[in-house]
T-cell receptor, first 113, second 115 residues
């Protein structure tokens, strides 16, 4: 158990809908990272938050957004969903932005039908 | 552009045989390198990492990797494969100040271990 909790584990929704994925980082970790894992794109970094502020952005679509709350949990919002958004979404957390290991949650599997 | 290449999407070995998973990276600055393992329906677990110092790093479950700057490689090895090693393995890199959560991953290598 990495200590990073993601909910829900599975999500099935229709095209055009909006969903919210939730991540609770390890106790005390200030950084949260979101990744998308799909068969065609592999594992791709989406976005990072550090202590409530956006710190780095990767290949995140404009239809996707994220935020980190004062209690340090994070949410990834996916809107106007398309079939191609079906993927496994991982959250990871680390103590800081420096030389510390990132711990991954078990992921949320999103299926868009 | 920064990238990671894992040679071989599938590797099959017999139980007790040497495991060698290959990883090459492209970089114009010193990299921080990682190997993660993913078991079915699980998240990613860190096997080992290279940041600075000794180029041969040892990780969990008997795995080790050697950073070779001249070859831009970070291959993962294990002397004797076990059935429980069957999983998908990802090589990853980060750069600069070592923001170790913002990772560039390779495409992954599925390791099959035959009895």
């Amino acid at each position: 158990d990495s200590g990073v909790t993601q909910t829900p584990k599975h999500l099935i929704t229709a095209t055009g809908q909006r969903v919210t994925l939730r991540c609770s980082p390890r106790s005390g970790d200030l950084s949260v990272y979101w990744y998308q894992q799909s068969l065609d794109q592999g594992l791709q970094f989406l976005i990072q938050y550090y202590n409530g502020e956006e710190r780095a952005k990767g290949n995140i679509l404009e239809r996707f957004s994220a935020q980190q709350f004062p209690d340090l949990h994070s949410e990834l919002n996916l809107s106007s969903l398309e079939l191609g958004d079906s993927a496994l979404y991982f959250c990871a957390s680390s103590a800081a932005t420096g030389n510390t290991e990132a711990f991954f949650g078990q992921g949320t599997r999103l299926t868009v039908v | 552009a920064q990238s990671v290449t894992q040679l071989g999407s599938h590797v099959s070995v017999s139980e007790g045989a040497l495991v060698l998973l290959r990883c090459n990276y492209s970089s114009s600055v010193p990299p921080y390198l990682f190997w993660y393992v993913q078991y079915p329906n699980q998240g990613l677990q860190l096997l080992l990492k290279y940041t600075t110092g000794a180029t041969l790093v040892k990780g969990i479950n008997g795995f080790e990797a050697e950073f070779k700057k001249s070859e831009t490689s970070f291959h993962l090895t294990k002397p004797s494969a076990h059935m429980s090693d069957a999983a998908e393995y990802f090589c990853a890199v980060t750069y600069g100040s070592g923001n170790t959560g913002k990772l560039i991953f390779g495409q992954g290598t599925t390791l099959q271990v035959k009895p």
